[in-house]
């Protein structure tokens, strides 16, 4: 509907101005008939040089000027060099004082100037008094706009005084000036001192019957009103000086006259009104190309808009009429502009944006009323008044004797000077005052600007930690579906029917897709929290991307979409990269390529290198992806948002398929952080491309090559961390559950009872305050398992404490949490945690972590039992400051080995600890509980965690080579008895 009311406006505010323009084509019609005539003459040779002089005159200021700027310069070009090939002064600085007039609406002020100043020269040189009062008045009207009214005052002067000069003949100057003047003292906002220089104006051009002087001083007479507030009189005087411009086809008057007309429609409030008499102005004006009254009904549309509570179309106009005031060089006209754009994004609640173009508009303001010009008008209108009194204190005592004229003009000199001193005191203080009134208010509004832009950022900051909190939260809820789902699948699988074995499946399948869904949340809070890091990799991109090619190939085939992969890569392409946000970003744009591709359709996939984008590293090329389909492409209103955050397209008539928003948001910001970017092209009907470009480092061939399986002669090859190291433990076991949920501890109790014996507490000071208390619980405790996010203590503070009291760090802790950034797990890491899960976890995985602990701790009580039996007081239970600096050294050598692919066996890492086997083993013993080789390989399984976790590589093989095993099938199977879980499972995720 608003809609509908809003094109009516348009359809009949444009049918307004094409009337007018209709009515007043007979004028029209017999100005082209006057042209015509003027440039035969003009073209003619025969006829005198002063004739042609006359007829190209008036084909340019008469005829052209007015309809077409362009055809304006040109012929006034002409003009010019007609006149210096005759040599006559007068009209060379004539048709220079012509071409200063035209470039008032196409160049701006300053060209205007300087050509004015040009054409003053000649005249001052020749003595040409006619033509230096009309270019004076031309140059003050230049500096008038321009904001130095000073300047303009000086000129206006000077125009009057050669005036005064040619007597009778040189009234149509004066009263040009004195109207030039009138609008000079309006600037200032003096409108009685205005209104006197205009009824003066107006008296000469009715002596004159000047018609378009009259208008002229009709209209200026109208706006005095208007800023008096006598409105009934401005609308009055207005319509008096349309009827003039009318008769007389003078656009340009009649453009400034609906402006006014929408000026006295917003002071009565119809603003609907002042739209379409200020989009007539701004057809009028348009029409002869005057920048700086097309800036002015710019930017009075924008206001207007404003007053509207339109702020998206003031932002329009007002953009438009900054540009055009600019090049203008009209200061007036930029302060409004941005003032405008101020108010607003102001509106908009875009603070940044609107204290920007605050100041500008306080820069501008400053400009036109400094102190330094205010006090230079004074002394200006003084001098002028002083002037005009002594000119007619001559004529009266021309006939007295010179001792009498020197005493009078010395009497007056010293009287205008304490009186010029006088007021130039008292207007400087009020200036001053009225600057620091200013000043202060300036201070008010950008302290509330930037109280806005913070608030602003608080609510940006609440809402990214809105996503991140609500994120971690849907891991519990998450959990309690996925964990029992599994249980049920696991335990009973074959025995239920398929229409319920199917049902769990789809269950099951759909939590990990909202599992996805949450890590994409909250890795783009982690990008917005600047704590997304890169992991470079050396990775063969051509295999690398037909493997995530080869993922979509049956999802292809089932839609009967042609799916094919150029690579255009150079062979052996070998980079370092990060994989994991490399592969999110292929796989979301092959994923929507083939969402949104129909049957029948294409999808290509061109990986290929391309020239250097600016960029200077050494050693870095550039690389471009780009997925093309030949689906329904995007609309193009929904182009230039296709990678903001949660959008979704408006188009009422596309098939609504879901999405969140999310994916090529992420993908865009992750390309970005690869210092790439992601663009995209389309036609809607035809298909979309989307192009990864992204810079990476050669790296050599072999980094990304799995070590062939005689480099690892690693003897070390065991029994994964005591796993199957010796006979299953017992199904019993002491276990410390810290939950504060219900349901958790509720799931805890249908998948931990059968084995162990439980016992709940709500939070980590019920746990600490037991442990505490009860010796003889603590005697029999095997295991703590305990949720991070509880109340009254949370789960790290727990760890602390028990890690810090001597009687209890040895017993093993599993941390149970919903947070998976990488921070959060090594901070349980460098704590001392034995092990933690993530939510949502598997029931197989949750048991087999927790039966390899107490089988850890199981051994190390035999040993430590053994060595009592050696050993008189032994203190065994105790691991002092030394022995955890010796265990950390112990770990870095041994990963330090992996990583280089040294094979490791007792004898090595006795070497590296510089101590003997036996003392390697039984310290080993002591500490971990685990023999030797179940060491090594407890710490490969541990670094192979951290690269399935982090999906740092691709596939399983590559996990497997890069921890030191041997094969991908043998390290399947540790890790799964490890910990529960099948490594093909973090890829399936």
Not at 250 to 278: C, M, P, R, T
Not at 694 to 720: I, T, Y
Request: aromatic share 8%; with cysteine.
């Amino acid at each position: 509907m608003i809609n509908a009311i809003s094109q009516i406006v348009k359809t009949t505010t444009w049918s307004a101005i094409f009337l007018c323009l209709f009515c007043i084509s007979p004028h029209l019609q017999a100005q082209e008939s006057k042209m015509r005539s003027w440039l035969n003459d003009w073209q003619n040779t025969t006829l005198p040089d002063s004739v042609r002089f006359e007829a190209i005159d008036k084909l340019v200021m008469k005829g052209y000027r007015i309809t077409n700027s362009d055809s304006a310069l040109f012929y006034v070009d002409k003009q010019l060099a007609f006149a210096k090939g005759e040599k006559n002064k007068k009209w060379i600085a004539e048709a220079l004082s012509n071409k200063g007039r035209i470039l008032l609406s196409v160049s701006g002020f300053s060209a205007a100037n300087a050509t004015f100043q040009e054409a003053l020269e000649i005249q001052e040189s020749i003595g040409d008094i006619k033509g230096m009062a009309d270019t004076y008045q031309w140059i003050g009207y230049v500096l008038r706009k321009e904001g130095k009214l000073t300047e303009a005052l000086d000129y206006y002067q000077l125009s009057l005084d050669r005036s005064s000069q040619l007597g009778e003949e040189g009234r149509t100057y004066t009263a040009a000036t004195l109207n030039g003047m009138g609008t000079l003292y309006l600037d200032q906002k003096n409108y009685e001192k205005a209104l006197e220089y205009y009824q003066q104006s107006l008296e000469l051009h009715l002596a004159l019957n000047k018609a378009i002087g009259i208008a002229a001083n009709y209209n200026n007479i109208s706006q005095a009103y208007y800023f008096m507030g006598d409105y009934a009189q401005a609308k009055a005087y207005l319509e008096k000086s349309r009827a003039i411009k009318e008769k007389l086809n003078d656009l340009q008057g009649l453009g400034n006259i609906y402006h006014n007309l929408g000026d006295l429609d917003v002071k009565a409030g119809d603003f609907e009104s002042a739209n379409e008499n200020y989009l007539k102005a701004l057809e009028l004006r348009d029409s002869i190309h005057d920048k700086a009254d097309v800036a002015s009904s710019y930017n009075a549309l924008g206001y207007n808009a404003l007053r509207m509570q339109r702020p998206g179309q003031a932002l329009n106009w007002c953009r438009q009429g900054l540009l055009l005031a600019q090049s203008a060089g009209d200061v007036e006209e930029t302060a409004a502009s941005a003032d405008c754009l101020f108010q607003a994004f102001q509106m908009q609640t875009q603070a940044d944006s609107a204290l920007a173009y605050h100041i500008l508009m306080t820069e501008l303001k400053d400009s036109l009323f400094n102190q330094e010009n205010t006090r230079k008008l004074a002394q200006l209108e003084l001098q002028y008044a002083f002037d005009k009194e002594r000119g007619q204190m001559q004529e009266g005592l021309k006939r007295q004797r010179m001792f009498r004229n020197v005493a009078i003009v010395i009497t007056a000199f010293f009287f205008v000077l304490t009186f010029l001193i006088f007021r130039l005191n008292r207007m400087a203080r009020s200036k001053n005052r009225k600057l620091h009134e200013k000043n202060q208010q300036i201070e008010r509004d950008k302290a509330v600007i930037s109280q806005q832009a913070e608030e602003l950022k608080a609510l940006d900051q609440m809402k990214s930690r809105f996503f991140t909190n609500i994120s971690h939260e849907l891991r519990t809820p998450l959990t309690l579906i996925t964990t029992p789902v599994e249980n049920l699948i696991k335990q009973y699988s074959g025995r239920l029917e398929p229409a319920m074995q199917r049902s769990l499946q789809v269950i099951n399948q759909n939590a990990k897709k909202m599992r996805a869904l949450v890590e994409e949340l909250l890795e783009l809070s982690r990008i917005d929290a600047g704590q997304q890091e890169l992991s470079a990799t050396a990775t063969s991109v051509s295999a690398f991307c037909r493997q995530l090619f080869i993922a979509y190939s049956s999802a292809a085939g089932e839609r009967g979409i042609q799916y094919e992969l150029i690579d255009q890569l150079p062979d052996n392409t070998i980079l370092l990269i990060d994989k994991r946000c490399f592969s999110k970003i292929i796989n979301n744009l092959i994923g929507n390529a083939l969402k949104f591709t129909g049957k029948g359709g294409a999808v290509t996939v061109v990986a290929q290198h391309i020239p250097d984008q600016g960029k200077t590293e050494p050693h870095v090329a550039w690389y471009q992806i780009q997925v093309k389909d030949t689906g329904r492409g995007i609309p193009p209103e929904d182009l230039p948002h296709v990678f903001d955050r949660f959008f979704q397209t408006k188009r009422e008539n596309l098939p609504l398929e879901g999405g969140t928003g999310i994916g090529l948001a992420l993908s865009k910001e992750l390309a970005e952080l690869m210092n790439g970017s992601l663009s995209v092209e389309s036609s809607l009907g035809k298909g979309s491309t989307f192009t990864f470009t992204f810079p990476a480092q050669s790296a050599k061939a072999h980094e990304a090559l799995p070590p062939a399986a005689s480099v690892m002669n690693n003897p070390a090859e065991g029994p994964a961390g005591g796993a199957n190291a010796g006979p299953d433990i017992a199904t019993t076991g002491q276990l410390l559950i810290v939950e504060d949920n219900t349901d958790m501890r509720a799931l805890f109790t249908d998948l931990l009872s059968d084995d162990f014996n439980l016992k709940m507490v709500n939070n980590g000071q019920e746990a600490w305050d037991l442990l505490q208390t009860d010796a003889e619980f603590v005697s029999r405790l095997d295991l703590i398992l305990s949720d991070v996010m509880m109340p009254e203590m949370d789960g790290y503070t727990l760890l602390g404490k028990l890690k810090e009291t001597p009687r209890l760090a040895r017993i093993p802790v599993i941390m149970i949490t919903a947070r998976a950034d990488e921070k959060d797990k090594l901070q349980a890491l460098r704590m001392g945690v034995d092990d933690y899960l993530t939510k949502p976890f598997s029931p197989g995985e949750l048991v087999a972590r927790a039966r390899n602990l107490i089988l850890h701790l199981e051994q190390r009580r035999n040993i430590l039992a053994d060595e009592r039996s050696k050993l008189p007081n032994p203190d065994f239970e105790n691991i002092g400051p030394a022995e955890q600096n010796w265990l950390r050294e112990l770990e870095e050598k041994t990963i330090q080995a992996v990583d280089q692919k040294i094979p490791l066996s007792a004898s090595s890492l006795a070497d590296k600890m510089s101590i003997s086997e036996r003392q390697l083993r039984r310290r080993i013993k002591a500490a971990t509980g685990l023999a030797i080789n179940a060491y090594i390989n407890e710490v490969k399984l541990q670094k192979a965690r951290q690269l399935l976790e982090n999906q740092s590589l691709s596939t399983i093989a590559e996990t497997a080579y890069a921890c030191g095993f041997n094969t991908p099938g043998y390290f399947t199977k540790v890790y799964e008895q490890r910990f529960g879980k099948r490594p093909a499972e973090y890829f399936e995720e």
